[in-house]
């Protein structure tokens, strides 16, 4: 299994950004898709999460309202589009892949990762 993250960049705050993980390896139908990130010094942290299946989706209360996430199921592959960025924003933006999900929150309750991409919101 593969999870292959992009789209990150250097963006001025209130830009916007969108970033997408291509999954490959193994069907993804039960599975919940999700973002995490980690700024420097800080602990990773729970972004958006999504089921693959219906399409629910769950946000950090501090991207409510500014970041999207979806999936293409043709592609294979999970987006979320970040709107109106704030340097707080800074972080490098992970997906993962997990199937028996208790808590989107824990990092620990995934199955799989991919690398990061490097998101930079300059003020």
């Known amino acids: 299994v593969q999870l292959q993250a992009s789209g990150g960049g250097l963006v001025q705050a209130g830009g916007s950004l969108r970033l997408s993980c291509a999954a490959s390896g193994r069907t993804f139908n039960g599975y919940a898709m999700a973002w995490f990130r980690q700024a420097p010094g800080k602990e990773r942290e729970f972004v958006a999460a999504?089921?693959?299946?219906?399409?629910?989706?769950y946000y950090a209360d501090s991207v409510k309202g500014r970041f999207t996430i979806s999936r293409e199921s043709a592609k294979n592959t999970v987006y979320l589009q970040m709107i109106s960025l704030k340097s707080e924003d800074t972080a490098v933006y992970y997906c993962?892949?997990?199937?028996?999900?208790?808590?989107?929150?824990?990092?620990?309750?995934?199955?799989?990762w991919g690398r990061g991409t490097q998101v930079t919101v300059s003020s």
């Open positions: 999504i089921w693959w299946s219906g399409g629910t989706t």
């Open positions: 993962a892949a997990g199937r028996y999900i208790s808590s989107f929150l824990q990092s620990y309750e995934y199955d799989y």
